[in-house]
Nanobody
Framework: QVHLVESGGGLVQAGDSLRLSCVAS????????LGWFRQAPGKEREFVAS????????LASDSVKDRFTVSRDNAKMTVYLQMNSLKLEDTAVYYC?????????????????WGQGTQVTVSS
């Protein structure tokens, strides 16, 4: 049974940093591309960042590419999202996602498994 469990969300001030973690009980872990999406109130879920199976390729949306970094630790079966210089508009529920079908992804349709989400709130 597949489980993706996010942690690390919380309430921070604009300009602060936060690191999200997602422990993924998927096997074999190295066969999955991993990444993050987010959904703000009243908005559709949007792509944030993803990392390839080997970790050699990362993708990020234009709105976060200079501030957020996605990484993975295959030994710990964990994917991370380092978020720096947080802005008010980064407030959202952040979801971890995994794809077996694609070596990297930008679309939610390319993902096979999802976590329950962790709330990130950025205040002024």
């Amino acid at each position: 049974q597949v489980h993706l469990v996010e942690s690390g969300g919380g309430l921070v001030q604009a300009g602060d940093s936060l690191r999200l973690s997602c422990v993924a009980s998927i096997h074999p872990f190295g066969d999955y591309a991993l990444g993050w999406f987010r959904q703000a109130p009243g908005k559709e879920r949007e792509f944030v960042a993803s990392i390839s199976r080997s970790g050699s390729q990362t993708l990020a949306s234009d709105s976060v590419k200079d501030r957020f970094t996605v990484s993975r630790d295959n030994a710990k079966m964990t994917v991370y999202l380092q978020m720096n210089s947080l802005k008010l508009e980064d407030t959202a529920v952040y979801y971890c996602a995994a794809s077996y079908r694609y070596s990297s992804f930008r679309s939610s349709y390319e993902c096979d498994y999802w976590g329950q989400g962790t709330q990130v709130t950025v205040s002024s």
